[in-house]
C-alpha cells in the first residue's frame, strides 16, 4: 500500500489520494498547444458548450415528456410549452442547439479539410469526429421523432423505408426497426430510449476517444508545420514563453477559446429568443397522422445536401449514391494521396477541390430545400453527380500533387 | 510453462462462455425489437365495395397503411385496354373495375395526392408519378404501387386474406 501522511490541506488529502496536480498538468496546464492558430481552432469548445446546453436542456425536457404516441405531441406542446415555468426555453435551447450544432460541426470539419488536419498521423482525430458526426445525426433524427407531429411521423416513415434497401425489398428489417407496419407505440419507444439513452452514451464514448486522439499528434497548426511539441514545452517551461511555438492549454489557449464561446453564446442566445423560428418546422406542429402525408417532406437544413443525393435517381442507384455520400468522409485521410499537410491554398489542385465541394454541398442544400420540380430537380442532379465526381478525382488530383 | 498452459485454458474457457451468452443475449435483443404478437394480429379490413363512386378516389385504413381505392370509369377502361401490365392490376368485383392499392409511394412510402383532374397520383417527397392502375409513369418508385392481400367476397373485399386473384397476382409479379 501506497504511504500516506497527515494532510497539510485538503488539496494535499486530495493530492495524496487522486493525484490532482499531477491530472491538472496532463490535462490542461501542461497539454501544449501551437501559439500559430486562429478562432476557427475554438470550435471544439464551441461543440462541448453546445452539446453541454443540449444535455441540460434535454433534462429539463425529459421530466416532462412522455413518450406515447395519445400523449407525446400535448406534452410538448401544451404541457412544456404553456404549462411548465420557462418549458419554452428548454424547448427553444434544445431545438436551436440541435440545428446550431451541425452548423459548429461543419465549420470544424471543413476547416480540418482547408488545413489538412486529417493527415500525418491525425486520421484517428479525424475517423472518430465522423464517427460522431454519424452519432450526432442519429441523435437528430431520433430526437425528431418525439414531438410525433406530422413531420416527425413521414421523416420516420421515409427513413425507416430506406433500409428496406431499395430492391431487395428488406421489409421484414424495416418492420424489425418499427416494430411495426408503420411507425406507431413500438416505434416511439425504441427511438425514445435511442435519443435519451444509448446514443447519448455513444456520443460521449466518442468524444473521449476523439480527445484522447489529440494527445500524441497534437492539435494542428495554421501552416501545417510539423512542431517537436518535447523541444518547444522545454523552452517554455525554461523561461523562454516568447520564443516556444506553444502555449498551455489552460489559462492560455483557454482565455482565447472561451471569448470565441462567449461571442458564439450572444449570438446562440439571440436566436433562442428571438429568431427560434428556423429549428421549429411549421409542419410539426401538426399532429402525426399516418393517412396524410406533408405537402413537401423535407430533413432538417443540416441533412438536405444527403438527401439531394438520394432524390434524383432510380431508388437503387439513389440508395448507393447517398450511402457512398454518407460514408466517404469517414475515408477523406486515405483518399487524399498528397504528402503535403498544409493549408488547401498551397496545395494546387485540391485549393479548387476544396472551394468546389463546399459550393457543391451548399448547392445540394439549397436544391434539397426545394420542392423536387423542374429546373431544381435538374440542377439537384447535376451537383450530385458532381458531388459524386468530385470524391471520385480526389485520389488522382492529389497524387499529382507536388511535394512541398 | 505449466500455468501458463492452465491460464490459456481458463482464458478459453471463459472465451467459450461468454460467446454462448453474447450470442444468446443478441437473439433476445433482436426478438425483443420484433413486433409485438398483438400488433401482427392486426385485423382484417372489409370494404363494401358497392358505395364507391367512379372516378373518386377514396382512402382506407388496413394495419394502419392507406389504402387507395379508385373505381375505374369506362373511359380509364379504354385507356388501359391493351395495356398487359395494367389489365393485370385490375380487380373486377361485379360489373365494376377498381384499383385498390396500398397508397404508399414504393419509393420511400410517402402517400402520394390523387389528382382529380389529371387522374393519376403525384407523390410529393420526390416527384414521382402513378397512373390511376397504380403503375409509374415518372420514377424514382421502382415499381407500381403495391396491392394488399385480398380476397373477394360477393360485393365485399376482405383485405389480409389472401384469394385466388391476389394469388395469381402475386404468382405473375404483379404485386409483392
Redesign the interface.
Known amino acids: 500500500m501506497a504511504h500516506f501522511t497527515k494532510a497539510t490541506s485538503v488539496k494535499d488529502w486530495l493530492n495524496q489520494r487522486l493525484a490532482i496536480e499531477k491530472v491538472e498538468k496532463v490535462m490542461a496546464s501542461e497539454y501544449w498547444i501551437p501559439k500559430n492558430i486562429n478562432f476557427l481552432w475554438a470550435m471544439g469548445m464551441v461543440l462541448v458548450i453546445t452539446f453541454a446546453l443540449l444535455v441540460v436542456s434535454g433534462i429539463f425536457l425529459l421530466m416532462y415528456y412522455v413518450p406515447t404516441v395519445d400523449e407525446a405531441f400535448n406534452s410538448v406542446n401544451y404541457t412544456i410549452m404553456r404549462e411548465v415555468d420557462f418549458g419554452w426555453l428548454w424547448r427553444h435551447v434544445h431545438g436551436v442547439a440541435a440545428s446550431v450544432v451541425f452548423l459548429v460541426i461543419y465549420i470544424h470539419m471543413f476547416t480540418g479539410i482547408y488545413y489538412g488536419s486529417y493527415k500525418k498521423g491525425r486520421e484517428m482525430i479525424w475517423i472518430s469526429g465522423m464517427l460522431l458526426f454519424i452519432a450526432f445525426s442519429t441523435e437528430a433524427f431520433s430526437g425528431y421523432m418525439l414531438p410525433w407531429g406530422q413531420m416527425s411521423y413521414?421523416a420516420g416513415?421515409?427513413i425507416t423505408?430506406?433500409f428496406s434497401g431499395?430492391?431487395l425489398?428488406a421489409d421484414g428489417l424495416v418492420?424489425?426497426?418499427?416494430?411495426?407496419?408503420?411507425p406507431?407505440q413500438?416505434f416511439l419507444g425504441?427511438f425514445f430510449m435511442l435519443h435519451v439513452l444509448l446514443v447519448p452514451l455513444a456520443i460521449m464514448g466518442l468524444i473521449g476517444l476523439h480527445f484522447a486522439a489529440l494527445r500524441i499528434p497534437h492539435v494542428n497548426n495554421q501552416d501545417g508545420e510539423e512542431i517537436d511539441f518535447d523541444a518547444e514545452s522545454k523552452k517554455y517551461l525554461d523561461g523562454d514563453k516568447v520564443g516556444s511555438k506553444v502555449m498551455r492549454f489552460a489559462n492560455d489557449f483557454m482565455s482565447k477559446d472561451m471569448m470565441v464561446v462567449g461571442i458564439f453564446l450572444i449570438f446562440f442566445f439571440y436566436l433562442t429568443f428571438y429568431n427560434y423560428g428556423f429549428a421549429m418546422d411549421p409542419v410539426n406542429f401538426d399532429p402525426a397522422d399516418?393517412?396524410?402525408?406533408?405537402?413537401?417532406?423535407y430533413p432538417e437544413w443540416y441533412f438536405l445536401w444527403s438527401y439531394e443525393i438520394?432524390?434524383?435517381?432510380?431508388?437503387?442507384l439513389?440508395l448507393a449514391l447517398f450511402g457512398f455520400a454518407q460514408v466517404i468522409f469517414v475515408f477523406l485521410p486515405f483518399l487524399d494521396r498528397s504528402p503535403n499537410s498544409v493549408p488547401a491554398s498551397r496545395r494546387g489542385a485540391f485549393k479548387y477541390w476544396f472551394w468546389g465541394m463546399l459550393i457543391v454541398m451548399i448547392v445540394l442544400t439549397a436544391m434539397g430545400k426545394l420542392?423536387?420540380?423542374g429546373i431544381y430537380?435538374t440542377i439537384g442532379l447535376y451537383a450530385a453527380i458532381i458531388f459524386i465526381a468530385m470524391w471520385v478525382a480526389l485520389p488522382i488530383i492529389t497524387s499529382l500533387e507536388k511535394k512541398l | 510453462m505449466k500455468s501458463n498452459s492452465r491460464r490459456g485454458f481458463m482464458g478459453k474457457a471463459f472465451g467459450a462462455v461468454a460467446a454462448v451468452g453474447a450470442v444468446g443475449s443478441l437473439v433476445a435483443m433482436?426478438k425483443s425489437?420484433?413486433?409485438?404478437p398483438s400488433?401482427k394480429a392486426?385485423g382484417f379490413t372489409t370494404l363494401d365495395m358497392s358505395i364507391y363512386e367512379e372516378g373518386l378516389m377514396v382512402?382506407e385504413?388496413w394495419?394502419?397503411?392507406?389504402i387507395f381505392v379508385l373505381k375505374k370509369s369506362a373511359a380509364v377502361m379504354e385507356k388501359e385496354k391493351g395495356n398487359a401490365a395494367a389489365e393485370a392490376r385490375n380487380i373486377k368485383i361485379g360489373n365494376d373495375n377498381f384499383m385498390v392499392a396500398i397508397g404508399l409511394c414504393?419509393?420511400?412510402?410517402?402517400?402520394?395526392?390523387f389528382r382529380e383532374a389529371e387522374g393519376d397520383f403525384l407523390c410529393?417527397?420526390?416527384?414521382g408519378q402513378f397512373d390511376a392502375s397504380g403503375l409509374v409513369t415518372k420514377?424514382?418508385?421502382?415499381r407500381g404501387f403495391d396491392i394488399p392481400p385480398f380476397k373477394i367476397e360477393g360485393n365485399t373485399l376482405v383485405l389480409g386474406e389472401v384469394g385466388p386473384e391476389w394469388q395469381t397476382m402475386k404468382d405473375n409479379g404483379v404485386t409483392?
Request: glycine content about 10%; overall charge positive.
Open positions: 413521414w416513415m421515409v423505408n430506406l431499395g430492391s425489398h418492420e424489425w426497426i418499427r416494430g411495426d407496419y408503420v406507431a413500438a425504441r399516418g393517412l396524410k402525408t406533408p405537402a413537401h417532406i438520394l432524390r434524383p435517381f432510380n431508388i437503387d439513389g420542392p423536387p420540380e430537380s | 433482436k425489437w420484433d413486433p409485438l400488433v392486426a382512402t385504413k394495419r394502419g397503411k392507406p414504393t419509393h420511400l412510402g410517402c402517400i402520394p395526392a410529393a417527397c420526390h416527384g420514377v424514382p418508385p421502382p409483392l
